[in-house]
């Protein structure tokens, strides 16, 4: 059963497309993802359905609520859509202690004042800021302006939480802290969540469900797991590599029971595909994706059109690039440090790929995918 | 060999030190020593002691000045009255301004009223002028036979005959500076404005909060330490102006501190002008400490500019007409208004006759006509009024241009000598000038150059002192604007240079100067356009040698010259609005 439903929505900014007939159902209780480039449309759709911006055509439903509908002429203020939402920079009131800031949330609440006090120490004992109540914004570190933001936005208990990039102004390792704390809250809260970001490690790591977004159109809708492992097409293949993910150009051919990988600009370099890519004509246009940790390396004394280029060892594994001995093809392949001790610089490999995705090259439309 | 290591130690003297001590002595000389004088002025007999006091001689000690002006039987007049006076101008204008100009700013900035363009380069316009340029426009509407003189454009059209307070004194003064400064607040608050992060409204937005909420509890809060500053700086400014006071003040008396030290000491009663400049220094001074301590103990609110977000317009819904209308009626009433009624003034024969049979070109290329305006010439005849555009132009060009060089010097020594003695040093002398206001400036100079001062010769009556003047009074900003444009040169771009073992004078001309000229350049034509503007700091210093386009005003008003002083006010606006065109070609800004 969907819970919030995009019909069709449009938003222009001076007659600039940013969200392009967008339609979408999100499901209760989920945590979904909106990934993608800047300026793929992500935070418009966001604002869109916080009542922050008002599109140009389309509808907005959450459950049996319709929130804005172009046609009907009906459009929620942003105020009474019940959800709440935390920005990039946390947007919190420099002028307003913490507790104020919290407080300004729970002022229309009809309740009485000492119970709004214990929502207050509520919050702030369960976002461990018990002892910033009075301090300013500017005294706290981002790791706390960040937590502020977000107990500013939870103790109203919206039913829907919206996040607009909350992390990107946070340092790595407090970015990955945050992370573990953000997807406990929805865990306790169980209220839906939308959060977008630009950072596919983020994405992978918090969602039930990715949205790939390109230009204001959606490309992929799937699970982490999906959008992984099997883009539909280049763009959410190359999106989602991490560091950079293997795409070249080439044919399939088949020997036996075995396919082959056949390089465009070099076609005596070969590579073994484990697994069967079934579904491309020999001879196809196609474009393959493999990522660095599905490439296997073989050392050879002779034979072999591949060379180790360089090393870079990164404590934990290893990156290993490697150049065909013609020239013009690189492919870059990521193991466990332990796997590749042995590799020398100058050394030649044989390459082969464990699993991967094939796409048609004019469409940039996946065709098939190989798994060893 | 002494000598050999003396040499060489000054080769490698850092060149920035050496001018440094140079100009923080000249400082010292030229803004220390000034106060010093008129300290010590104020507790000795002037010419006139001897008349007043029995057995008084001229210079030796006394506490007659200080005991006359602040508790003689004079003193109310003399202090006390002009005293509350220029405070409830001060308060007065500072109150209009600041409600109207954060006002249109708001408007400007947050809301969807159309042609924002247009207001805010014309809004700017009333602060670029004279500020006295609405005072003289006043005069011409509300001045009647009964006061005044001629007939004024009501009386003259309507037959009005309005009441003298409406002509002079406390409300058309406040009313005419309120405008002037109206751009200041403008500017301030667009300013602040613009920098909130309109996320801040958007996160009270969705807590169900009210426009009037949002308005009330995040936005004006976030301002009022704009609003704070720019209320302090206004209400000292304020205190010291002096061209309106004296066309809106002096024709009925109406005294202010600044018209009272003028008045002083162009009746050589100097004693009791320094005392009361020496007053309304002290007074400024404790405002501006104020001030910075209001300012640097309160937060400063970093906000950061949406990112890639639009900005969200306010829909004003049914007052967006009328509130087009009030702007559009303040720009038609207070900007365009004035220099119309100006222009109008200088075509017209006879004063106060608006007939198609009274027009003439008269007054801008006549020759001399003894049935007009006493046989004064035209102004393009007039060999005064030529003289005089020639002195302002030459002199505005003068302090523009040194006032650059001492200003990019000064920076690179505060910059690079940052922490130093010297830096705080010329740091502080350098924004001395502000405290003081322009008449008492004007007059301090008036007596320490009246006569050779140590090694310097009489420079009274010179071309030359108006220049230094002009400098030392504009001090305060070119300095900032040289260490502004030094903060921007990151210091290793020089460095580079260092260690290739390049010497300072071409690490100067080839690095340093090519990189500052931008800011410098914009530095130098807002000297030039307020040096053009100034009346208060010159008006004690030019003789008729020196006649400046300013005083020329101010003395032909006074003479009942109306329509000359209109033309040459035309001509100043003119010069400073041209000035001002081509400082936003090359991106400079107004400054504050």
Redesign the interface.
């Known amino acids: 059963m969907s819970f919030i439903r995009f019909k069709k929505l449009v938003k222009e900014y001076n007659g600039i497309p940013a969200v392009k007939e967008i339609d979408l159902e999100i499901k209760e209780g989920e945590f979904v993802t909106f990934l993608g480039p800047s300026g793929c449309g992500k935070t418009t759709t966001l604002r869109c359905l916080s009542g922050l911006e008002t599109p140009e055509n389309g509808e907005i439903w959450v459950g049996d609520k319709c929130l804005f509908s172009k046609k009907e002429g009906i459009n929620v203020p942003a105020g009474n859509r019940g959800l709440g939402l935390v920005f990039q920079n946390y947007a919190l009131w420099p002028h307003m202690t913490v507790e104020q800031n919290i407080a300004f949330g729970l002022r229309k609440m009809k309740v009485p004042d000492n119970i709004k006090k214990e929502k207050i120490v509520n919050v702030l004992n369960a976002m461990g800021l018990q002892k910033f109540g009075y301090r300013y914004p500017h005294e706290l570190s981002g790791g706390q302006q960040q937590r502020v933001a977000l107990a500013r936005m939870v103790v109203n208990e919206p039913g829907i939480l919206l996040f607009d990039e909350p992390l990107s102004n946070l340092d790595a390792k407090l970015r990955m802290k945050l992370r573990s704390e953000l997807k406990r809250l929805h865990r306790t809260l169980g209220a839906t969540s939308i959060y977008v970001t630009h950072d596919q490690v983020e994405a992978l790591a918090l969602s039930d469900k990715i949205i790939v977004m390109k230009e204001g159109e959606i490309e992929q809708i799937g699970t982490p797991y999906e959008v992984y492992h099997e883009p539909v097409n280049i763009f959410v293949a190359d999106f989602m590599g991490n560091p950079e993910t293997n795409l070249l150009n080439g044919k399939i051919k088949t020997a036996g029971e075995q396919h082959y990988f056949v390089f465009d600009d070099d076609n005596e370099s070969t590579i073994l595909l484990s697994g069967r890519a079934d579904g491309v004509s020999e001879g196809k246009e196609i474009t393959i994706n493999t990522r660095p940790e599905d490439i296997i390396i073989n050392q050879t004394d002779d034979g072999g059109t591949f060379y180790v280029y360089s090393i870079q060892p990164m404590g934990s594994e290893m990156l290993i690039h490697i150049k065909s001995k013609k020239g013009g093809i690189d492919v870059i392949a990521k193991g466990p440090e332990d796997d590749y001790l042995a590799i020398k610089l100058e050394q030649n490999v044989l390459l082969k790929f464990k699993r991967g995705n094939i796409f048609d090259r004019k469409t940039g439309e996946s065709v098939c995918s190989f798994k060893g | 060999m002494q000598l050999k290591q003396t040499a060489l130690k000054l080769r490698n003297a850092k060149p920035e030190v050496l001018w440094g001590w140079l100009i923080a002595l000249l400082l010292m000389f030229l803004v220390l020593t000034p106060v010093l004088v008129m300290v010590f002025k104020s507790f000795v007999f002037d010419a006139n002691g001897p008349r007043m006091v029995r057995g008084a001689e001229e210079g030796a000690f006394t506490l007659f000045n200080w005991a006359r002006t602040t508790t003689g039987e004079l003193s109310g007049p003399l202090l006390y009255q002009p005293a509350l006076n220029s405070l409830a101008i001060a308060v007065g204008m500072t109150a209009i301004a600041l409600v109207i100009g954060s006002l249109f700013a708001w408007i400007v900035v947050r809301s969807d009223v159309p042609c924002k363009s247009f207001f805010s380069v014309v809004l700017i316009i009333p602060y670029i002028v004279p500020s006295w340029t609405v005072a003289m426009a006043w005069i011409s509407i509300f001045k009647s036979e009964q006061y005044g003189g001629t007939p004024g454009f009501l009386n003259a059209v309507f037959g009005i005959n309005p009441p003298q307070w409406l002509i002079f004194g406390y409300i058309p003064i406040v009313i005419s500076l309120g405008v002037h400064y109206v751009p200041y607040f403008f500017i301030m608050m667009r300013g602040a404005l613009a920098n909130i992060?309109s996320?801040?409204e958007?996160?009270?937005?969705?807590?169900?909060?009210s426009k009037l909420e949002i308005m009330m509890?995040?936005t004006l809060?976030?301002v009022?330490p704009a609003i704070g500053a720019g209320f302090i700086l206004t209400f000292s400014k304020g205190l010291g102006e002096f061209g309106t006071q004296a066309f809106l003040g002096l024709p009925i008396r109406y005294y202010t501190f600044s018209t009272r030290i003028y008045s002083a000491l162009t009746n050589q009663l100097y004693g009791e002008g320094y005392v009361l400049a020496l007053i309304l220094i002290i007074t400024t001074t404790f405002i501006v400490i104020l001030n910075q301590m209001v300012i640097g103990t309160r937060?400063r609110?970093?906000?950061?500019s949406g990112?890639?977000?639009?900005k969200?317009q306010i829909e004003l819904g049914k007052w967006r007409m009328p509130m087009t209308v009030i702007i559009f009626a303040f720009i038609i009433i207070f900007v365009f208004g004035p220099l119309l009624l100006l222009g109008i003034q200088t075509v017209m024969e006879t004063e106060g006759v608006y007939s198609l049979d009274n027009f003439t070109l008269h007054y801008w290329f006549g020759g001399s006509d003894p049935d007009i305006a006493m046989g004064q010439p035209g102004i393009f005849q007039n060999s005064v009024i030529m003289d005089a555009i020639w002195n302002s132009l030459r002199l505005a060009g003068a302090t523009a241009l040194i006032s650059g060089v001492v200003g990019i010097l000064i920076g690179y020594t505060v910059v690079k000598g940052r922490k130093t003695i010297l830096a705080k040093l010329i740091e502080n002398l350098t924004f001395a000038p502000y405290l003081i206001p322009g008449v008492a400036f004007g007059g301090i100079y008036l007596t320490m150059f009246a006569k050779n001062f140590g090694p310097i010769p009489s420079l009274y009556g010179t071309f030359a002192l108006l220049v230094i003047v002009c400098i030392v009074k504009h001090l305060p900003f070119s300095s900032s604007a040289g260490i502004t444009a030094m903060h921007q040169i990151d210091p290793s771009l020089e460095e580079v240079a260092v260690v290739h073992g390049i010497g300072w004078g071409t690490r100067f001309r080839k690095i340093i100067f090519p990189l500052a000229k931008g800011g410098v350049l914009s530095a130098m034509l807002l000297n030039f356009i307020t040096t053009m503007r100034t009346l208060d700091l010159v008006i004690l210093l030019v003789t008729p040698n020196t006649t400046l386009m300013t005083s020329v005003i101010f003395r032909y008003t006074q003479q009942g010259f109306l329509q000359h002083s209109y033309g040459v006010m035309l001509l100043i606006i003119f010069i400073v609005i041209s000035g001002h065109l081509i400082l936003s070609k090359i991106g400079g800004k107004v400054e504050l």
């Open positions: 992060d996320r801040l958007e996160s009270a937005e969705l807590l169900q909060a509890k995040i809060p976030m009022l937060k609110y970093v906000t950061i990112k890639g977000s639009v969200k």
